[in-house]
């Protein structure tokens, strides 16, 4: 589960993705674009009533869980993108 309200690039859902493992995240842009397509379940983590409703939709869904799908990145695309953010914030 990763409620993060702001999130710089994500690397905690694509690595769960990666692994194989289930992904609850807040529904913020940057979630959406590191999962590209993978079976992630999304909610509004500054909602109480969301939250809640979403971890027990979650763990209903865990006593069947479905394949999840990795997205199309690879980890040097990964590893490059973030040297880039990286070099942007160095050079200001």
Do not use: K, Q
Not at 20 to 47: Q, W
Not at 60 to 82: F, G
């Amino acid at each position: 589960m990763v409620p993060s309200l702001f999130e710089g690039y994500g690397l905690p859902v694509e690595e769960a993705i990666r692994l194989g493992a289930p992904v609850l995240c807040n529904d913020i842009p940057v979630f959406h674009e590191v999962s590209d397509g993978a079976d992630v379940t999304f909610f509004d983590a500054g909602s109480e009533t969301a939250t809640r409703a979403a971890l027990e939709a979650f763990a209903r869904r865990a006593e069947a869980p479905t394949p999840t799908s990795a997205p199309r990145r690879s980890w040097a695309d990964v590893a490059r993108d973030t040297l880039d953010v990286l070099d942007e914030v160095w050079s200001g």
